[in-house]
């Protein structure tokens, strides 16, 4: 059963740990029960970090599956999404991250092949009780607070460990520069 692109972002929305839609232009493959979403990265420094040409690195944004799911299913999605993605001609190489702080190892990204390259710099989220709130979300749309006003407002600093930082080339240019990235990280 194909989803609509509402059912498909209703079903992120309410369903993936993030609870979001990406923000950019987003591509969304379904295979059996998943999903996989490719977007324009939020960080637009990321195809200059790893040496393409601006614009020419997308980003695997969101993967979901129900619970219980069968085993290997999200790299089978993964390698789908992929191969489907790489059709419209739109990047070089794909990037994604897996999210210690959400328990997530890399481990589908490993399956499937993606090169693994290193960790991201560690992020600052802010606590208050129970709650854990990213740094962007003090700073997105127009919102814009300096830090000591997030403090003032009773919440505390966290810094976390960064994002294990995976990709996979697309195209000859696109795994150059993943080869290139995984023998020179920085």
Excluded at 5 to 20: G, M, V
Excluded at 89 to 118: M, Q, R
Excluded at 122 to 134: K, P
């Amino acid at each position: 059963m194909m989803l609509s692109l509402a059912e498909t972002k209703r079903t992120i929305c309410e369903r993936h740990y993030t609870r979001s839609w990406p923000s950019g232009k987003s591509f969304a493959f379904h295979y059996e029960d998943a999903i996989v979403v490719f977007s324009i990265p939020a960080n637009y420094n990321v195809a200059r970090w790893l040496g393409c040409e601006k614009n020419r690195v997308w980003e695997l944004t969101r993967l979901w599956a129900p619970d219980g799911h069968r085993k290997n299913l999200l790299t089978e999605a993964i390698s789908f999404a992929v191969k489907e993605f790489h059709k419209l001609k739109l990047a070089d190489a794909l990037i994604s991250y897996a999210d210690p702080n959400a328990g997530h190892s890399g481990g589908i990204y490993k399956a499937a092949s993606w090169v693994n390259l290193g960790q991201s710099e560690e992020a600052r989220a802010y606590r208050s009780g129970d709650q854990i709130v990213s740094r962007r979300a003090f700073h997105s749309g127009k919102k814009h607070m300096l830090k000591a006003e997030i403090l003032a407002l009773g919440y505390t600093e966290l810094k976390l460990p960064g994002k294990l930082r995976f990709a996979r080339g697309l195209t000859r240019v696109g795994k150059r520069a993943v080869v290139r990235k995984s023998t020179h990280k920085d």
